[in-house]
């Protein structure tokens, strides 16, 4: 006799004879339906979900307890259409909603395979998304703030001798660019990412270097500008020494003031950089 399996959403209240498959893919979604259960509980009952992003929780549910792992393959869109049950459109949506947040990605012959899940993937998306969408200098540099200025702390409580040396020798070798702004933006972002990866946290890196890399069009206006590399420079100094300190706390200070240089400037350069 056939194994049987609810689906998801409005078309739950169908039971669907479902053919053995060879993965087992039907029973792993099985297992985390029956985790995802809850007791029934007094009080009203919440909105149901779009049956597409119960798919996808489904998935993300799947790969946290382990059972997909980087570099599964899934099913094809038969089976789990068939392990699901539910039918092609709101399976597809799920897919691509996985798909863009760097969690699945497609290959040849349309099969899905579970990415790598490396912090700087998964934050791809986001930064494409920063990068042509409608661009708010105020609100990509509050977020970069809240970020950067965390990891710039981190650093001078946790950098290694000679991270603290290798960062202040790349604030220094800005003396040497005053006039060369392409040579500066090279050394800027290695700057800043040797502050990343002093601070030691993988993902807040990731998500620094993502907003980092948003609007660097404009930024490359900027740093053409008269006095704006002198006084980056400067900035990256006064940071560099004080995380050579070990004091976090001035640290941040100057790396807001740098933040702030870096805000202004991007506006200035804006008026002169159509969008």
């Not at 339906?33 to 779009?50: E, N, S």
């Not at 799947?62 to 038969?78: A, F, V």
């Not at 798909?99 to 040849?108: F, H, I, N, P």
């Not at 202040?168 to 800043?192: I, K, T």
Request: charged share 25%.
């Amino acid at each position: 006799m056939p194994t049987t399996f609810t689906g998801l959403g409005c078309e739950g209240a169908r039971v669907i004879p479902t053919p053995p498959l060879s993965d087992a893919f039907s029973e792993l979604v099985a297992a985390e339906r029956r985790l995802a259960q809850k007791p029934d509980t007094a009080g009203p009952v919440p909105p149901r979900r779009p049956i597409s992003e119960q798919v996808a929780a489904r998935f993300l549910a799947m790969i946290k307890s382990g059972n997909l792992r980087s570099g599964d393959r899934l099913p094809t869109e038969q089976q789990m259409t068939i392990a699901f049950g539910i039918s092609r459109p709101p399976l597809r949506e799920a897919l691509k909603a996985l798909t863009l947040m760097g969690v699945l990605e497609s290959r040849q012959g349309g099969r899905y395979t579970v990415t790598d899940l490396s912090p700087s993937r998964l934050v791809a998306p986001f930064n494409v998304m920063l990068s042509v969408g409608d661009y708010d200098v105020h609100e990509h540099f509050e977020a970069r703030a809240l970020v950067e200025l965390d990891l710039v702390a981190r650093a001078a409580e946790r950098a290694t001798p000679d991270q603290r040396k290798r960062i202040l020798q790349h604030a220094v070798d800005g003396r040497a660019f005053y006039d060369d702004p392409v040579a500066f933006r090279l050394l800027d972002l290695e700057f800043h990412q040797s502050l990343y990866d002093a601070a030691a946290n993988r993902l807040l890196s990731a998500l620094a270097q993502g907003l980092y890399d948003v609007a660097l069009d404009v930024r490359r206006v900027a740093s053409s500008l008269p006095g704006i590399i002198e006084t980056s420079v400067g900035q990256h100094i006064e940071i560099a020494e004080a995380v050579g300190k070990g004091d976090p706390v001035a640290a941040a200070a100057a790396g807001r003031r740098h933040l702030e240089h870096v805000r202004d400037t991007t506006i200035l350069a804006m008026t002169a950089t159509p969008r």
